[in-house]
């Protein structure tokens, strides 16, 4: 005898009050974006960081 298969309904589960600050991988990354840009462009070769200064500055 095949089973009629129930469909899969979420459960209401009491909501949860949002938390007051973000998460800290979100909080780190804001704090440390400045360090990031410059660790990424310090990271490039200095032929292409020239290059594009030279775009951004003329």
């Known amino acids: 005898m095949i089973e009629k298969q ?3 309904v979420a459960l209401n589960h009491p ?3 949002k938390k007051t600050r973000p998460p800290r ?9 400045n360090d990031l840009e ?3 462009y ?3 070769d ?3 960081m020239n ?8």
């Open 6 to 8: 129930q469909p899969i």
């Open 38 to 40: 410059l660790n990424f």
């Open 51 to 58: 290059k594009i200064l030279e775009k951004i500055l003329s």
């Open 46 to 48: 200095s032929e292409l």
């Open 25 to 33: 991988n979100n909080l780190l990354l804001s704090l440390k974006k």
């Open 15 to 17: 909501v949860r009050p």
């Open 42 to 44: 310090s990271s490039l």
